[in-house]
């Protein structure tokens, strides 16, 4: 089980996201409470959006607590949107090529989850992506072989629809194959000014997924917490565990439903896969 | 530009072939002398036959120049029959599961050049590789694609007439794909019991491939070289570039044909494409 | 905490015992049960004895469980004496040079502990150093500076009393800085022959550490099981934390002990520190 | 031998620094034309001021040509002054702690060149730093050591004359153990607002090391080169190899010399070593 967290709000040093909280995502890279694997040792990647309008990504394959680039550049990016993922491997290579997030001109993608049966179901799956795409796939995961599927069914236009069709296109796929169950995802994708997270598993049993309370009804909550005046009001927070523990300040995303997140703002809606036509 | 070089005879610590030599490989890692690329430092890898019949492989992505592990592992590594290669890329990502040699079950694989247009060709090509081998292809490059084409034509039963087709099929690809002259190549395979080497390039003019000179006739020819005794009589060597300068050592592998060593025993032969249909 | 285990007896593949045993040493890499911390990702490496006097080590930065290359090599490496160690940092960079085991000429070492307070001592520690062994130390762990002290106190011709005066200067040193209780440590030391394993802590609670039951004694306990018959009689393991959970199969080394382990023998003896003069 | 490159002027992005120029450090990291070896591929590191006072480092063990999170970065990092260095290592080990530039508090330091005899003189150098800075040493370069010599002799309040006395040092150590001509070095040191700048060795043959000529009188020399226009009236480069070809763009540095580099200006005065008592 891989973990990820996503930050949209005022520009603040990713050290404040990375290395601050009281169970932050390094931390819960040695440590899970929720998940079922003990360690994400298996490499890590951040992708945060700053100069121009492509974001960038820093991935590396050592683990993600003791990579001392990362400390360091953590305590110069100021960035208003952040992408952070920490990746337990099911079997792939441990290469940076196959860490999370994935970037096809503005878009980033991270993933938890896995498609069962993918060996199997791989090659049909890359047959499916747009042939433009094809050549762009780097690394050999399920994950990036999702997002080009997305990507195909038009993420960059309708990010719902596309999901829809894409986890359609898999569970159809999968059933003709003999495979129960394929699908097992939280995600999230962004082209800078928007997230869009998902939450679905074809058996309906999906992996935790939390967005955090509004930040002006947190200090509401908890006057006393300092740390709530350093984020500005817009601040949405979306992470596979809970940060730190603090009463009302994480919301469950139901099962088999995606939600919007602008600064600010948010809409919870069912997922309904699209199988194709 | 890659290099490689590939080993054939009586079992020979690999640090006798790795880093004794006056030009060794891991010396040319640094300083070319035939090469139009100064430098071989995106990444190594070694393969060799030892327990069992299926042949390890150590690959790294560091230079190989200083790769401590390498040394280290070199010492210990006994084998009849060892192939090296190092690595410059052409712009596929710097990862271990980019490096050669490639394996498959007992064959090994390192190539050394490139397809043109690769980019526009890789979707046709793995489509083009049988489905129940599409899945272990780990990593990006060209020269893993190539392999899988290859064993998707009979490697195992036939190698010479596989790689023709392969070949053949890659070049009527290009065609269609308006890409001129798609290969350069040499490269070597093997299972375990013989070593198969091409030399090919779609315009003729493929990079340097040399094989040894029969050691007794060596001998003859150099009775004062003492290290012409340690070595046994079935010995041969294969390289893209000469491992030291000796007289009468090294014979060039002529342009667009194969050859099958065995111990003490080679045979040259043309090389001519198969295409599809 | 960082995890190590030893064996000696019949020449065997390292496979059989870095991957194979329920609860290997890879294993626990990922998931300890009697440690404190969940996690030892911060490299490892393995030191054996095979071709020639001076024993080979292959030590990596990356996590011990997704190492192909230490996959590989390890279905090639017959040796009648292998060292393993799994490291967890303390805060000391995460590099080659800081993974154990450590060599000097034929000399193995390894260590689970720590020193307190290495930070203020560590100066003092390296001036006792022998000058002609300082500039051989490449590493910043005191795992290493305690090897160099040891190595300076006679490991190479009694490593008991060496390992006494070692552990007698750090303590001696400790109170004059007013660190109090400064030594942990498990300790294995091989040149080959002999393993010396040695358990000590300043407060008297060390960590644990075990050796395992005489190989005869264990087919008569547990006689259907098979693995027992592939070992050979002579074969003794030593390890921070059980392999596997069979009854009478370890022994716990006591509090402040030290052991000598020759094929088919040992003998335990109390670890007495030797201060200065 | 190593390389550097270090920027002062107006806050530009690291990428154009690093990989624009049409012979950038990063190009010259595979292709020396001054150098004496022909690759830099055993790490890498830059330094830069930019949030905050102490100045962030970035290091890779990875060649720097192919290291793929160092473009991603240099995307990001906006600086007023950067440090960048590509090593070759002269058989210390290929690790992040011996990667360039090294920091301590404010300060960066950077060096090319070598210390002979640095095996025997290491022990010496190390006790002549200072206790409360001896343990902050995590690497084993002789680049390292000097620099914490430097630091010994008030480097924080008067660089010239604290690295002339660390040359002293040197200098009067090597005569005592004898060891002739030990020091090579071209260094860069700054404390966030300046530069100093020396080149210096015991023998008076030292490596190449330029300066930029006045970015005004450059556009005058050179009216139609858009890049000057570009680049701020204060900018200031140091190159051990010239940037690019441009007639009257590079001032080398005299031999025995050092300098004081300030927006705008710069002083250069000769470095006499300064012995111990």
Chains 1, 2, 3, 4 share one sequence.
Request: aromatic share 10%; proline share 7%; hydrophobic share 40%.
């Amino acid at each position: 089980m891989c973990r990820w967290m996503a930050y949209s709000g005022e520009p603040i040093l990713a050290e404040e996201l990375l290395f601050r909280p009281v169970h932050s995502l390094i931390d819960q890279s040695l440590h899970s409470r929720l998940g079922v694997e003990t360690t994400n040792g298996d490499g890590f990647g951040i992708g945060w959006y700053g100069e121009g309008p492509v974001p960038a990504v820093f991935k590396s394959i050592d683990p993600a607590w003791n990579d001392r680039n990362l400390r360091e550049i953590s305590r110069q990016i100021r960035t208003p949107l952040l992408f952070a993922h920490i990746r337990a491997s099911t079997g792939t290579p441990v290469q940076r090529s196959n860490c999370h997030p994935f970037r096809y001109d503005r878009w980033l993608w991270m993933h938890n989850g896995a498609i069962a049966g993918f060996h199997d179901l791989k090659r049909d799956m890359m047959l499916a992506v747009d042939p433009s795409l094809y050549a762009e796939i780097e690394g050999s995961t399920d994950s990036e072989a999702l997002f080009h599927l997305a990507l195909t069914y038009g993420l960059a236009e309708d990010p719902p629809s596309a999901v829809a069709r894409a986890i359609g296109f898999v569970e159809d796929l999968a059933r003709r194959h003999g495979v129960a169950d394929p699908l097992q995802m939280t995600v999230a994708t962004s082209d800078g000014e928007s997230i869009w997270i998902f939450r679905y598993s074809s058996e309906r049993r999906t992996r935790s997924l939390f967005y955090s309370t509004d930040i002006a009804q947190l200090r509401r909550l908890h006057p006393e917490l300092e740390v709530l005046y350093r984020l500005g009001t817009g601040t949405r927070f979306v992470v596979s565990e809970p940060l730190r523990d603090l009463t009302g300040a994480w919301n469950e995303v139901p099962e088999s439903s995606y939600a919007v997140l602008h600064p600010g703002e948010q809409q919870i809606l069912p997922l309904r896969p699209v199988e194709p036509g």
